[in-house]
């Protein structure tokens, strides 16, 4: 029989804490009344041997994970329960039922840890923000809401919509990038092989027959020497930019300098930009229908952005609306960043010098966010409909996303194409001159 903890009120106003045994919790409730006390709190007391095998680690069917929950099994996991919601099964039963379906790894791990807190008293709420790797602070006061509201289902659809629409524009932006990068790294490789392999035999053959060279084939012959002596640079060099990049990113001013320099870059800038704000309208969106305080949506759509730009400005946008001002009003203000010497550095050194400064000094002030935006804001408050048109924001810039992805796309292919083009030719060029040359003279 479990043991239930209370804490009470008697009828002279005193705190009573104690506990009692009782079959189920509804028949505890009604032990304690009968007693004269009225009921503040109650939970089932976890027994020694529950915490130790906790604090142990030995829980049935626990297995080594490394790493967080993947986003799709925590998506397909959302939409199964809510659909179990739907068909009125008990939440721990539902839970049960997905943790035995699930593979072995984080997912289920998580998923054990929190039937084992509903078991012992917590609601789902409290269970999840427990498993911190599975379930995020966005999850977690979903789920709270849903609690509150007693409309766990209809939450528990939303959010599974929601994380389904963030992995398909997230699958959407990587698929636009797996292209370009595959066929630099392969082109670097081939060209590579040329610089160390093909282009030597070349210059033998020019040196043992004592050809003059015109300036073309000694610049590659030049280049072909620098890479057969410091090839490891290749790798090295990209290595050693990410490695400056995540150092000056542990400052404060620099990961605020580094973001400003990506948002600010012509067209990646605008796909990056156009992607944190469908992101976090939608993220707000969805935290404001599901009954989420205005102030705790602030905080996590904040910590959900990934941007330090955008960080700073729902911070502003939190800081005046607990002084009693509106959204939209803060978030025209400070949509526009300031001066950031450490973004100027990044134009100066990545940007061809005087080129990098002077694009940076004309696009420093533009704003993160569209008037659009903000005047759909101020229309959702006015109307009382902010939900609304934060989520046809976030279609809007969806849309845009897919159309600027679809557009790189197109101009990328070849764009490739005439660079590598060019470069090939120039080799071509450089070795077949010379040897043009050689054989003409030979022919004499």
Sequence with gaps: MPTFQFEAMDSTGNEIKDVIDAPTEEEAQATIRQMGYFITKISVKKTRKAADDKAAGKKKGKSLAIGGVNLKALTTFTRQL??????????????????????????????????????AGATLSEAMAKSPKAFNRLYVNMIKA????????????RLAEFQERSMALRRKVKGALVYPIAIVVFATAI?????????PEFQKIFADFGVDL????????????FVKVYWFLLPGIPLC????????????????????????????????????????????????TSGVPIL????????????????NMYQKVYEAIREGETIARPLKEHARPAFNAVSLMFWIVFIA???GMLLYLTRMNKPVLDDMVVNMVDVGEETGELDTMLYK?????????????????????????IILGGIVGFIVVALFVPLISLITELSK
């Design 146 to 157: 849903g609690e509150a509201g007693g409309a766990l289902e209809v939450i528990l659809r």
């Design 191 to 199: 060209l590579a092989c040329i610089m160390v392999w093909i282009v």
């Design 82 to 119: 809510s659909i179990l919601q739907d068909a009125g099964l008990p939440i721990l039963r539902s839970l049960r039922i997905l943790e035995q379906q699930s593979k072995p790894g984080a997912l289920k791990n998580s998923l054990i840890d929190v039937c084992d807190e509903i078991e």
């Design 241 to 288: 930019i990410w490695l400056f990049i995540k150092l000056v990113c542990k400052f404060t001013v620099g990961r605020t300098g580094w973001d400003l320099f990506l948002l600010k870059l012509p067209i990646f800038g605008q796909l990056i930009e156009k992607n944190i704000v469908a992101r976090t309208t939608r993220t707000l969106g969805t935290l404001v």
């Design 296 to 311: 705790e949506s602030l905080n996590i759509t904040k910590e959900t952005s990934g941007n330090a730009i955008f960080e």
């Design 393 to 417: 924001v976030a279609d809007t810039y969806d849309e845009e996303v897919a159309v600027l992805t679809n557009s790189l796309m197109s101009l990328m292919e070849p764009l490739l194409i």
């Design 353 to 355: 010098g005087p080129v």
């Design 214 to 225: 015109p300036f073309m084939t000694v610049t590659l012959i030049a280049t072909a020497d």
